[in-house]
């Protein structure tokens, strides 16, 4: 049995927002992505 891989991006700034394709790349579903401020 496979399971989806799930993963979520702390910050969400220029390195965040890579990190996150990157995961999309591999196939890993991102469930959210979290920043210290609130206008990111």
Same mark, same amino acid.
């Given at each position: 049995?496979?399971?989806?891989? &799930? ?5 969400s700034?220029f #390195? ?5 394709? #990157?995961m999309r ?10 920043? &210290?401020?609130?206008? &990111?």
């Amino acid at each position: 049995m496979s399971e989806q891989l &799930r993963g979520l991006a702390f910050g969400s700034g220029f #390195a965040g927002q890579g990190h996150a394709e #990157a995961m999309r790349y591999h196939g890993i579903e991102v469930v959210g992505m979290v920043s &210290r401020t609130e206008e &990111r």
